[in-house]
């Protein structure tokens, strides 16, 4: 499988996302580990599907390298089974049988990238990090609405009210009006609420509730 010397791809996202290798061929799983670990990049292998199922949690960040024949579950149907699922997951299928029909299913279950055995090593390293550098953008985004929301559950019921007024765009005044306070105890909610949630401007704090809601 080894083709050629690799070249080492630029380093990984901080988090350390994992590679995860479920092909049945153990010279296989080897190889593609030692590839991978030679760039920095922690590598977990699995013989077939099921295991590698009963591994997996939601959540799962990394980038799984698949096998298409395996026996029981194939790569595909656990391509399938995590994209029904929602998985965050980018999937690089490698196979010695590939062929149009089965390229094309696993494009359409959103396999990321598709190489047929044996395959020049550099391909996959970078089919990989490609791959770690695309889904980083969605964990990215993923941890800032996780944050949000944690930062959404440090606000008192008062400053909730308040948030909720200035995301309906509504003056200070207003808002004073609305809920019976001073205009100055509105200023100073309003700033505790910047505080809070890591706000600079009004426009920046509206937009990051906004999409902590459904459809966001």
């Known amino acids: 499988m080894l083709m050629k ?8 996202h901080a988090q350390k996302p994992t590679v995860f ?4 061929n153990p010279a296989v799983r080897d190889a593609i580990r030692w590839l991978v670990e030679q760039v920095g990049l922690h590598v977990k292998t699995y013989t077939n599907a099921n295991e590698f199922l009963a591994a997996y949690h939601p959540g799962t960040r990394g980038c799984l ?3 298409i024949r395996m026996p029981g579950m194939s790569g595909i149907e656990l391509q399938e089974k995590l994209a029904r699922e929602g998985a965050h997951l980018p999937v690089i299928i490698v196979t010695g049988h590939g062929d ?3 390229t094309v299913r696993a494009m359409k279950a959103g396999a990321f990238e ?3 055995k044996p395959f020049n090593d550099q391909t996959l390293l ?3 990090q490609a791959a770690l550098d695309k889904f980083g953008q969605v964990w990215e985004q993923e941890d800032r609405m996780s944050q949000t929301s944690r930062n959404l559950a440090t606000l008192t019921p008062r400053e909730r009210e ?4 200035l995301r309906h765009g509504k ?3 207003v808002i004073a009006g609305d809920l019976g306070l001073s205009v100055r105890t509105v200023e100073g909610h309003r700033a505790k609420i910047m505080e809070k949630m890591g706000a600079r401007t009004l426009g920046q704090l509206i937009e990051m509730v906004v999409k902590t809601e459904p459809g966001g």
């Open 21 to 24: 290798v479920v092909d049945d």
């Open 162 to 165: 308040v948030l909720e007024q």
């Open 114 to 116: 598709f190489l047929q």
């Open 5 to 12: 010397a690799a070249q080492v791809p630029k380093a990984a």
């Open 100 to 102: 149009v029909p089965i």
């Open 65 to 67: 390298v698949l096998d």
């Open 171 to 173: 003056l200070n005044k």
């Open 126 to 128: 970078d089919a990989i």
